[in-house]
């Protein structure tokens, strides 16, 4: 039997790891590192007198390199389900960053120095990809990596990624976790204005709690069974499949009808941002479900799940819905994370990002019968067939987006050639002269448009998407300037961005939302 560490098991989907953890005959201890917080403390004691010297509790941090390697002292398995996610980095991103960066790179440390080594997972997100529309709502691994305008958390989660597929671990894998469904969703959207970030018109692929779980854990049997090699060096997409994939306004719509009202009824078009969320429907999250058969729950058993467990959910159904609205919804408009907040305040960065201008708030439908919606086949300008859109087996090669190189050829058939055209098509070059063929993972050296020169493996670049190092930079966002000259990128920031946008994005070093305006030439005023 396997001895697993994990980390962030006291979040939504490393509690539901644990406890299927706990039960499966291949795993014969677990040791998870918990935050020395009285509350993490008070549920480590609970599990310990529940399973017993089964589990191991490590007080501790990621941001600790000294309790990242007590942590992975003697594992066979590694997971690190660690992460400081929204609303909470958006409020703090400074100490996000020694969790989803920091951490990140410790826990790496921590497996290569490890002997024997552990095979070693690592939990990352969609919102590495950013903001998508109808125009492209199929996404895959090897798309661009484009973190929303001022999202930290996914920010920092693209250089968590960075530090595993640079490093010198022999068997790894990164999991880009979708949308996820939890117990706690709904009274934690009740607490901040994030939820207002959420375009009506966003692809969402959804997965639960509870499937994520089952996955780590089918990971480990299936692995000790010798089940799954084809699992390992790669970056995998997580998602709910078919029943799964919504839209933002869809998700809200099925939330509202567990009370007895409508989207519609509850929200208003004017209260959310239309663009720099993150979310698409994944091409190639069945291929995941191929080799672990994880996915179970749909969003229906989720919400029927929600109402079973949360009985006064009921009690909403009596109850006025301008109440309702006014009590539960409206007042988190002047939440400093509401763009209704931004707006009223002026804060010029985060709407030039998430509307594109003051203007575009002017010009949002007030009625419903006004706003585009994509669930209803709605699109500005014209209708769509939307149950066709979001049928993958409809899915054509031009609806997806190009990773630069003849995809058509195996993998063993790949060589310098196409790592050259890949970085043409990213506006920069590839300066090795030579690669075995077939070799995705021995580094070569690329240069971007800006002159950076950098070491990346071909996985990295042609299969996870990754690109300049030197170019990503925390707490910036360059991309009007950069998809001006890299294809790999415009193809997809120009669904939601005009071409004369011309905007450099940062934090300050107060982390105040900032940015300046371009010149033609790309130089910063």
């Not at 250089?159 to 880009?176: C, F, H, P, Q």
């Not at 663009?275 to 229906?300: C, K």
């Not at 949002?364 to 709605?378: A, I, N, R, V």
Request: glycine content about 8%; overall charge neutral; charged content about 25%.
């Amino acid at each position: 039997m396997k001895t697993i560490s994990l980390t962030g098991a006291t979040g939504n989907m490393g509690k539901e790891a644990l406890v299927q953890l706990m039960d499966s005959p291949a795993v014969g201890k677990v040791k998870i590192l918990v935050l020395p917080r009285k509350k993490d403390k008070a549920t480590a004691r609970k599990w310990q007198k529940t399973y017993g010297d089964k589990l191991e509790v490590i007080l501790g941090s990621v941001s600790s390199l000294e309790d990242c390697t007590r942590l992975v002292e003697g594992a066979d398995y590694v997971f690190n389900l660690a992460a400081v996610i929204p609303p909470k980095s958006d409020a703090s991103p400074h100490l996000a960053k020694f969790c989803n960066v920091d951490g990140a790179r410790n826990m790496v440390k921590a497996v290569e120095r490890a002997n024997p080594e552990p095979k070693y997972v690592h939990c990352s997100t969609v919102a590495v990809y950013g903001n998508r529309n109808y125009k492209h709502p199929w996404g895959r691994v090897g798309d661009p990596l484009l973190p929303s305008v001022y999202d930290c958390y996914a920010s920092q989660k693209v250089l968590g990624e960075r530090a595993v597929l640079d490093s010198k671990i022999k068997t790894w894998a990164v999991l880009r976790q979708t949308a996820m469904l939890h117990n706690n969703m709904l009274t934690d959207n009740m607490k901040d204005g994030l939820m207002f970030h959420t375009c009506f018109n966003t692809p969402l692929e959804w997965v639960t709690a509870r499937d994520s779980g089952r996955l780590i854990v089918k990971i480990v049997e299936k692995d000790v069974a010798g089940e799954c090699d084809v699992f390992w060096k790669k970056v995998w997409n997580i998602g709910g499949g078919h029943p799964n994939r919504l839209t933002g306004f869809d998700t809200f719509d099925e939330g509202f009808r567990l009370i007895g009202g409508t989207g519609e009824e509850y929200l208003k078009p004017t209260w959310h941002s239309v663009r720099n969320f993150h979310g698409l429907w994944f091409y190639d999250s069945d291929g995941l479900n191929d080799v672990f058969d994880f996915q179970r729950d749909t969003t229906a058993d989720y919400w029927n799940d929600i109402l079973a467990s949360h009985k006064y959910y009921t009690l909403a159904k009596i109850l006025p819905k301008s109440l309702i609205r006014r009590v539960a919804i409206q007042r988190l408009l002047i939440d400093d994370n509401a763009p209704r907040k931004w707006i009223l305040s002026g804060q010029s960065g985060k709407v030039k990002a998430y509307f594109g201008a003051f203007e575009n708030v002017l010009c949002l439908p007030e009625k419903w019968s006004e706003y585009p919606l994509l669930s209803k086949g709605q699109v500005p300008g014209g209708d769509i067939d939307y149950e066709a859109l979001r049928d993958r087996s409809k899915v054509t090669k031009d609806m997806l987006l190009s990773h630069g190189y003849d995809e058509e050829k195996a993998d063993s058939d790949l060589d310098i050639e196409d790592m050259k055209m890949a970085a043409e098509f990213r506006g920069g070059k590839c300066l090795s002269d030579s690669m075995v063929r077939g070799d995705l993972y021995t580094p070569l050296t690329w240069q971007c448009h800006d002159g950076h020169v950098f070491t990346a493996s071909p996985y990295t670049v042609i299969k996870a998407g990754h690109w300049c190092d030197k170019c990503y930079q925390l707490n910036v966002w360059d991309f009007d300037r950069q998809s001006k000259h890299n294809p790999f990128y415009a193809q997809v920031w120009y669904d939601t961005h005009a071409k004369g946008e011309d905007t450099y994005y940062y934090f300050d070093h107060k982390y105040k939302a900032k940015y300046k305006v371009l010149d033609l030439k790309g130089e910063r005023q």
